[in-house]
């Protein structure tokens, strides 16, 4: 502190002692412009001190405010923050999500009973995603809830729960009702049975009066998204099915749902192991231009185009019937 008290006296005396001397001596302002430079090195000088000595003030602040940032750091770590990272772990979630409501919910659904309907739910509580699913119909009803890091492990640990619900409910269902046979060897009918898939409502009836007449038990369904259930729970000998069907549907995305439902159970697989279920597709297509996808359990007998006639169709039905015998 003395060195500035002492630096501000010197610096004073110094202007007004100039001052005095031009006012008595103008002749000496030359003589006063040097003096002044020599003067004004002993000021620069500890100016240039003073700005090291505060570039080391400056140091130290600033350690010290990184000291401060780095314990306050330390106290909101555990709070979340939205950063990029964490971002593309949500888009991650909602991808999984969107694929198990479009896909993995879809398979599930094809293993339940016709006529029913679903709720299911994704919430994330804490560091933890749940998932619920419940199923209602006449026949049964399901109910199961998972927890897991990611949409996708608390879908698995509920898919695991009702796989077995199940399971347990195509061992004791069907005791009475109409789909009592599911799950045995096909009863023994009087008549063969046709099963008749066809969009069209009034071709599909129209084929059933014939194949009746003939010596066919039938059923017509017109929802492409029953038939495999129809296919896999009910007991036909014989399935005509429309290759065309309604929203885009083909008669091989029937076939492979069948396929996937009968493996899923080991009683159908025996059931249909013995006795596939013979298949009849009709269609404006040609024969080559439909493939069947290959199957186990289903026997692809043959194709009728539309445009076959009623003689032909009766001819082919007489044999179809003999065949089943």
């Given at each position: 502190m003395l060195h500035k008290a002492f630096l501000f006296l010197f610096v004073s005396g110094g202007i007004l002692a100039g001052l005095g001397l031009y006012w008595v001596l103008p002749f000496l302002v030359p003589v006063l412009v040097v003096l002044s430079t020599i003067l004004a090195v002993p000021?620069?000088?500890?100016?240039?001190?003073?700005?090291?000595?505060?570039a080391d003030v400056s140091k130290t602040e600033r350690s010290l405010v990184r000291e401060k940032l780095r314990e306050a750091l330390d106290?909101?770590?555990?709070?979340?923050?939205?950063?990029?990272?964490?971002?593309?772990?949500?888009?991650?979630?909602?991808?999984?999500?969107?694929?198990?409501?479009?896909?993995?919910?879809?398979?599930?659904l094809e293993k339940m009973p016709v006529q029913g309907h679903y709720k299911s739910q994704f919430s994330h509580r804490g560091d933890f995603w749940q998932y619920s699913f419940s199923y209602n119909s006449i026949h049964a009803q399901f109910k199961a809830e998972g927890e897991g890091d990611s949409p996708h492990q608390a879908f698995a640990m509920a898919k695991y729960k009702l796989e077995q619900q199940i399971r347990h409910w195509h061992q004791?269902?069907?005791?009475?009702?109409?789909?009592?046979?599911?799950?045995?060897?096909?009863?023994?009918?009087?008549?063969?049975?046709?099963?008749?898939?066809?969009?069209?409502?009034?071709?599909?009836?129209?084929?059933?009066?014939?194949?009746?007449?003939?010596?066919f038990d039938t059923e017509v369904?017109?929802?492409?998204?029953?038939?495999?259930?129809?296919?896999?729970?009910?007991?036909?000998?014989?399935?005509?099915?429309?290759?065309?069907?309604?929203?885009?549907?083909?008669?091989?995305?029937?076939?492979?749902?069948?396929?996937?439902?009968?493996?899923?159970?080991?009683?159908?697989?025996?059931?249909f192991h013995d006795n596939p279920v013979k298949v009849v597709t009709f269609s404006t297509l040609e024969q080559n231009e439909i493939t069947m996808p290959p199957?186990?359990?289903i026997q692809y007998h043959d194709h009728w185009h539309k445009s076959i006639?009623?003689?032909?169709?009766?001819?082919?039905?007489?044999?179809?019937?003999?065949?089943?015998?």
């Open positions: 000021v620069v000088v500890y100016l240039m001190i003073q700005g090291i000595e505060g106290e909101v770590e555990m709070v979340p923050e939205l950063t990029p990272s964490t971002f593309i772990q949500g888009q991650l979630a909602e991808e999984q999500m969107a694929r198990i409501k479009a896909s993995d919910e879809y398979d599930l004791v269902r069907f005791k009475e009702g109409e789909e009592k046979f599911v799950g045995e060897l096909k009863p023994h009918h009087e008549h063969p049975k046709a099963l008749i898939i066809d969009d069209d409502i009034e071709m599909g009836m129209a084929m059933s009066e014939t194949l009746k007449r003939i010596g369904i017109s929802t492409a998204n029953m038939a495999h259930r129809r296919i896999g729970f009910g007991d036909a000998d014989v399935v005509f099915l429309d290759w065309m069907l309604a929203d885009d549907l083909t008669g091989d995305h029937v076939i492979r749902r069948a396929n996937r439902l009968i493996n899923y159970f080991p009683d159908l697989q025996s059931k199957s186990q359990y006639s009623h003689g032909e169709f009766e001819k082919r039905a007489h044999d179809l019937i003999e065949n089943c015998a």
